[in-house]
């Protein structure tokens, strides 16, 4: 997984292996925590899931990894940071003073999403079986505790500002709100979506608001405590032109929303779709989101977030230009080319993007939870009408029979009469 963040100052970024961060403003040294030479799971640690072996993405044993990064979160302070990765590793870090390790824990199965509580005392992990755990910061040596289950893969998770809801997505379309301190008590579901959803966000200085993106190219927006949606978009009916008829087909991918910290400006970014969709929220109007701008990149981004001053971050597949920046001036998005914190942060960068280039070149990591449908109807009526007439066939080469023997034996009758 390649994403990217912002820890007060710090441009924070994972690709592969490492999680690398990059100060903006001043030159400090960057700080690289790499996987492949982090601490290594104790053989005496129990693991509820060693009696067996999954195959994950990739056809590895869900015993072994590759240390590769699956996700990471950045709390609402910014002074702390947590990544995971398919060695099944849980690790905490704290950005200041200095970038420092806290601690290093094992989650049961492969992490899908992380995402720390308003109140930072709480790391919420997600996997692949459905299951969400609950891991203490304040005591961060503190194994995890399951805090609720799914019969689907959950692929997203967030939380109310009050830290009261916890709000699961999974691949079977649904939207969870639970109750954080009693998830067995659920408040809501949002459903609406055609495909498996995403991407979650409750935005910045909206509580009360939910924004979802999903396989199947839609973003809403919801009354999250309701369940009530409230708006929805097509992103292919935002596209200003279309290549192919094959395009107009395809249903782009829904990878990342991110709203700015004024509140203002919400960002939706698509899987391997070289645009960013700008909205806008109208805090009078009938409509929330307005959608804004729709910006067209030179090559396709791999995610992008908001820094502290509004401004958006977008990470590229482009070894010529891997990081813009773009900038609300004069009612539109300029790209900042110019920019010194640019500058520095590409700059650092660089030893880094041999590492990023081959983490890209991998298929599409959504492609595989499409599901698949299946006509059973058609199939059912072919093989039907197969049988009925293999049937008649059968009762017409019945009757030829039985009408052969009537006349040899009406032959016979008349031959012994005549005869005698």
């Known amino acids: ?81 947590a990544l995971t990765d398919d060695t099944k590793r849980l690790v905490l870090f704290h950005c200041e003073p200095s970038w420092q390790c806290i601690s290093i824990r094992w989650v049961v199965r492969r992490c899908t999403s992380l995402m720390f509580s308003q109140a930072e005392d709480e790391l919420l992990a997600t996997d692949k079986s459905g299951d969400v755990y609950s891991f203490s910061v304040v005591e961060p040596q503190r194994e995890g505790e399951l805090k609720m289950g799914h019969l689907s893969m959950l692929l997203a998770v967030s939380m109310s500002p009050d830290d009261k809801y916890i709000i699961t997505a999974d691949r079977d379309e649904k939207i969870r709100v639970s109750h954080l301190r009693s998830p067995y008590n659920i408040q809501s579901f949002c459903l609406g979506h055609q495909q498996f959803v995403s991407a979650l966000l409750v935005p910045s200085g909206h509580p009360h608001w939910l924004l979802s993106g999903s396989g199947d190219g839609t973003m809403k927006l919801w009354e999250y405590e309701s369940g009530r949606e409230l708006q929805s978009w097509d992103l292919k009916e935002l596209e200003e032109t279309q290549s192919s008829e094959a395009d107009k087909q395809k249903m782009p991918t829904v990878c990342r929303i991110t709203s700015s910290a004024d509140a203002r400006h919400v960002a939706v970014q698509c899987e391997r779709v070289s645009t960013v969709h700008f909205f806008t929220v109208d805090q009078e109007g009938e409509e929330k989101l307005v959608p804004h701008r729709r910006v067209s990149l030179s090559h396709c981004p791999l995610d992008m977030t908001f820094d502290p001053e509004g401004r ?23 790209c900042d080319a110019e920019s010194p914190e640019l500058n520095r942060v590409t700059e650092a960068f660089k030893p880094h993007w041999d590492t990023l280039e081959a983490s890209t070149k991998t298929n599409n990591r959504f492609e595989h939870l499409y599901k698949v449908s299946f006509d059973n109807v058609t199939t059912y009526l072919q093989k039907k009408r197969q049988r009925l007439e293999k049937q008649q066939q059968k009762r017409g080469v019945a009757q030829k029979a039985n009408s052969n023997k009537k006349t040899k034996k009406e032959t016979s009758e008349a031959v012994t009469e005549s005869s005698t």
Not at 312 to 334: C, G, N
């Open 1 to 81: 997984m390649t994403a990217v963040g912002f820890c007060g100052e710090w441009f924070v970024f994972t690709c592969d292996k490492k999680l690398v961060a990059i100060h903006t403003k001043r030159a400090r040294e960057s700080f690289v925590f790499d996987c492949s030479t982090a601490e290594k799971k104790p053989t005496n640690t129990k693991d509820d899931n060693n009696s067996f072996s999954v195959l994950s993405d990739g056809g590895a044993s869900e015993e072994t990894g590759s240390d590769k990064v699956l996700a990471f979160s950045v709390s609402p302070s910014g002074k702390l940071v």
């Open 312 to 334: 958006l971050w977008v990470l590229m597949d482009s070894s010529d230009a891997p990081l813009q920046i773009y900038t609300h001036r004069r009612d539109s998005w300029e």
